[in-house]
């Protein structure tokens, strides 16, 4: 099998066989191209056939082939979500790989707050590791919501304005 990469996690099983998903944050996708999917189960990756893919506002959902009801797609949910090698280079547009985010510089507006560190994942959402000039460190949540924009080419992450971090917390 080739090499696969990771593009979402399913969240929720809905009604008439979809599941909303979360995409990997940096990942700009276009999923029109390709037809089979890869769901993790206990470390075997099992092949699944995409029928259909939606997008409404910030949300996406899939439809896999054969399954019809919520009941059917709970299975799914925790579930990771991959693409083969080949499928991968078709669907990317811009992407900031997990790894990538190691070096990163982080931005609040024109300040400057840290570099990334670290990156792992939580059951709640992916997390990275800021450090600070003077050696402290602090966490975020790798989510859309959080950053204004994710610039992979120059290893930039900037802020949401309205993204609270307490400078004043002891």
């Keep these: 099998m080739n090499e696969l990469y990771?593009?979402?996690?399913?969240?929720?099983?809905?009604?008439?066989g979809f599941v909303k998903v979360q995409l990997v944050p940096g990942l700009n996708i276009n999923l029109n191209s390709i037809k089979f999917l890869y769901l993790d189960f206990w470390g075997q990756k099992?092949?699944?056939?995409?029928?259909e893919v939606l997008i409404f506002k910030q949300?996406?959902?899939?439809?896999?082939?054969?399954f019809e009801n919520e009941r059917e797609t709970t299975v799914f949910?925790?579930?990771?979500?991959?693409?083969?090698?080949?499928?991968?280079?078709?669907?990317?547009n811009d992407v900031f790989l997990n790894q990538n985010l190691i070096g990163s510089k982080v931005y609040r507006g024109q300040d400057?707050?840290?570099?990334?560190?670290?990156?792992?994942e939580t059951p709640a959402n992916p997390v990275?590791?800021?450090?600070?000039?003077?050696?402290t460190n602090f966490l975020i949540p790798y989510v859309d919501s959080?950053?204004?924009?994710?610039?992979?080419?120059?290893?930039?992450?900037?802020l949401n304005s309205d993204f609270g971090i307490d400078d004043d917390e002891d």
Excluded: H, P, Q, W
């Excluded at 990771?6 to 008439?16: E, M, N, V, Y």
């Excluded at 099992?46 to 029928?51: A, D, Q, S, Y």
């Excluded at 949910?77 to 991968?88: A, E, L, P, S, T």
């Excluded at 959080?146 to 900037?158: C, G, P, R, S, Y």
């Design 59 to 66: 949300s996406v959902f899939f439809k896999f082939k054969n």
């Design 6 to 16: 990771l593009i979402a996690k399913i969240l929720s099983a809905g009604k008439d």
């Design 77 to 92: 949910i925790g579930r990771n979500v991959f693409v083969g090698g080949n499928d991968f280079e078709k669907i990317v």
């Design 146 to 158: 959080v950053f204004e924009k994710i610039d992979a080419e120059n290893k930039i992450l900037i």
């Design 112 to 120: 400057l707050l840290g570099t990334v560190t670290d990156y792992f």
């Design 128 to 135: 990275i590791e800021i450090s600070e000039e003077d050696g």
């Design 46 to 51: 099992k092949t699944i056939e995409l029928e």
